[in-house]
């Protein structure tokens, strides 16, 4: 299984705009997305009001793959909430069952 967990900071402003797409679009996307085993939304704290963010665990890299391309290693966001990103990022892991 694969972790990965992508990151967003808002741009200044924007933050409540951004807030309503990551509660009303982007979390119920990623919940019904084929493939996907656990999603973890995080959203902003009043310590990081521009900061949100996703831990997904995949059950593959195929099914990465099916939902983001080939090109799974870099950011992808939807175009709804392009003008609303100052910046993104991607990591990968492999999932380590620890318990």
């Known amino acids: 299984m694969i972790m990965r967990i992508f990151q967003v900071t808002v741009r200044p402003g924007k ?3 951004f807030s ?12 019904g997305t084929k493939g996907i085993v656990q999603v973890l939304p995080g959203a902003s ?10 831990v997904m665990i995949w059950d593959g890299l ?3 793959k ?8 870099s950011p992808h ?4 909430e392009a003008e609303l990103v100052e910046a993104r990022s ?6 380590v069952d620890a318990w």
């Open 15 to 17: 933050e409540n705009e």
């Open 20 to 31: 309503k797409f990551f509660h009303e679009t982007a979390i119920p996307l990623m919940r």
């Open 45 to 54: 704290r009043k310590d990081s009001p521009r900061e949100f963010s996703f």
């Open 62 to 64: 195929e099914s990465l």
């Open 66 to 73: 099916a939902f983001v391309g080939d090109d799974y290693q």
């Open 77 to 80: 966001i939807d175009p709804a």
């Open 90 to 95: 991607i990591k990968h892991y492999e999932l």
